[in-house]
């Protein structure tokens, strides 16, 4: 047996060129394999990418365990010990992959490791608990070797290309406000407008699944308040524009930045200093820091009046809110509805409000234009055959994105079956859109409607309950190919509906618990259960 003598090392790249032990392994191994003719064949380009990415020896198999949103923070950068920057930058984010950041989480985790994306504070529902561990974990980026750096992550860009009007969060268009609509009747706890937005003008389209993107302005009341504690005037010029116009159209004044807390700091002095400088750090003396938006950091502070200029620096920029669409381009081209809670709540004895729900239901008149924008769905979508069998979990506004599909179906003519459970607190006054679905009802377009009100018996009673009272014949239709999607609450009803899922899979489709598990996982993998929650 003759003896096969390896072929001499070639160190092609130096030990001095800016690359890690391993990345250098691999590229000398790549050009002394192009360069030497044998047989013997350098790593894969997926091998390779893995190196050069960082994801090869250090604990990234390409799994995301931490991808829940219904995972506390400190429960997710716990499972991502030991991943690469990246990869822990994900885990700090919302998980809920809902756009208003421009990305999806991972995704915009890879933007700001491969230095694409220098803003690390759009994760809208992650808040100030994500904005400060990618702000710590940002930290660890900048002090790490530039050679690391550079090949950490592959630069990113957002999904779909900013250059496009309307397309994204940095490029809005003009839209007109035609009407709201109040959807709850008398009885009510809540309060769910009907919104309406004429298109024509700003020619923009948009496919069923996908989210509006709002560019909201503050409340005048609030800014007002917020001025006077400044003892400042409204006609302060600040960036361009009076006080008054950038508090009302540029900057975030929920919650308080840890950045106003260091300027407060550095302005005051003894007690008030170390508690500003305390809240700055993420801590919480008086037990109160979760309640502090813009002006009731003021109000804490009341001594301390930072100069406007000053104060204006240290917010946040105004972000977008996105909503479900509920309304098909197919069916009404050039308009676009939304529905929409209006939050309103109280802390202490102050009313606070909702940014952008609040200004739907009553701060913009119709013909007001403002900006906005249509943010693709991730993962969202009706099924490419017209003739799939669809079912739609969606209680309260969850029921937005499914009003959209039922109306694209019915202006696309899909054959298709439709079964809708839909859900709030009472049924003569939560209904949402019930002539419309019982319309639908009666044409066939909506095969089945399933029901459920919490509030109307003794007992609550919500959508996974209705769903284990059919799930026989839930079971059947995922059997015969359906696809079933979740609208709403990420937190509790997405979570409940999902184990109320498994429970039905394991009954009724005779599998053990972790076999339906691994069957509701499989839908998933498959996109026939897909979800758009918040």
Known sequence: MNQITPPPKIDIIPSGAPFSEAQRSWLNGFFA????????????????AAVLHGQAGDGDDGEAPWHDQT??????????????????????????????????CNDYSEAIAGKSEARLNLCVPGGKETARMLKALHEELDKAPSATVATAATAVAPPVDASQPGRSRDNPVAATFLSRRLLNKPGSEKETWHIEFDLSQADLDYVVGDSFGIFARNDLGLVDQIIALLGASHTTRVNGKTLRECLIEDVSLSPAPDTLFELISFISGGALREKARALAQGEDPDGDAATL????????????????????????????RLYSISSSHNATPGQLSLTVDCV???????????????????????GDRLKVYVQKAHG?????????????????????????FLLDRKAT??????????????????????????????TGLLTRLSLAWSRDGDKKFYVQDRMREVGREL????????????????????KDVERALVDIVAQFGARSTDEAVAFVADLKKKGRLQQDVY
């Open 293 to 320: 938006d813009v002006m009731a950091a003021l109000q804490k502070f009341s001594s301390v009046r930072p100069h406007p200029e000053a104060f204006v620096e240290t917010l946040e920029p105004l972000q977008p």
């Open 71 to 104: 995972m506390p923070i400190s429960d997710r950068m716990k499972l991502a010990e030991g991943r690469p920057l990246r990869r822990r930058m994900m885990a700090a984010m919302a998980q809920q992959d809902c756009g208003q950041c421009g990305y999806n």
């Open 380 to 404: 969202f979508a009706l099924p490419q055959d017209s003739g799939t069998a669809i079912i739609m979990i969606g209680p309260g506004t969850g029921i937005a994105p499914f009003r959209a």
């Open 33 to 48: 394999g192009l360069l030497s003719g044998d047989t013997a064949m350098p790593l894969s380009a997926e091998q390779g």
């Open 475 to 494: 079971w059947t239709w995922l059997a015969d190919g359906a696809n079933l999607y979740i609208c709403g609450d990420a937190k509790r009803m997405a």
């Open 413 to 442: 003519g899909a054959t298709g079956r439709n079964w809708l459970f839909f859900g709030h607190q009472r049924s003569d006054c939560d209904f949402f859109y019930a002539d419309e679905l019982n319309a639908m009802k009666t």
């Open 344 to 366: 309103r709540y109280v802390v202490g004895k102050r009313r606070r409000l909702g940014l952008a729900s609040t200004f739907l239901a009553e701060r913009i008149n119709p």
